[in-house]
């Protein structure tokens, strides 16, 4: 794991998840997906979800809102969870998906 692309990563994600920061969130995941697929192949999904929605104009200020109020956490919680027991990611996992299917 490189704590650099991580701590990017985690701070991009802190920073809020708007397109431009959405686009490089993506980039660095892809560059670490094969370190941990199962929790960079979901990063990438919701970013690319994310991303798809600014290009078609469907995200107003109040759904960005509702999107950091509710993903932040989940994402910040599995990337916290990469180097931890496999019971511990896949929960980290589990409540991000959750969390993304209730969006």
Do not use: C
Request: aromatic share 8%; no cysteine; proline share 5%.
């Amino acid at each position: 794991m490189d704590p650099a692309t991580t701590t990017k990563i985690q701070d991009l994600i802190k920073s809020g998840l708007y397109e431009d920061n959405l686009r490089e969130l993506l980039q660095l995941v892809k560059q670490k997906f094969f370190d941990s697929p199962a929790l960079y192949g979901s990063l990438i999904s919701i970013l690319l979800s994310l991303i798809d929605e600014f290009g078609q104009g469907h995200i107003n200020t109040n759904l960005l809102n509702y999107y950091q109020q509710n993903l932040t956490q989940p994402m910040l919680v599995a990337l916290a969870a990469e180097s931890s027991p496999p019971q511990t990611l896949l929960n980290a996992l589990n409540n991000l998906h959750s969390a993304w299917y209730k969006l």
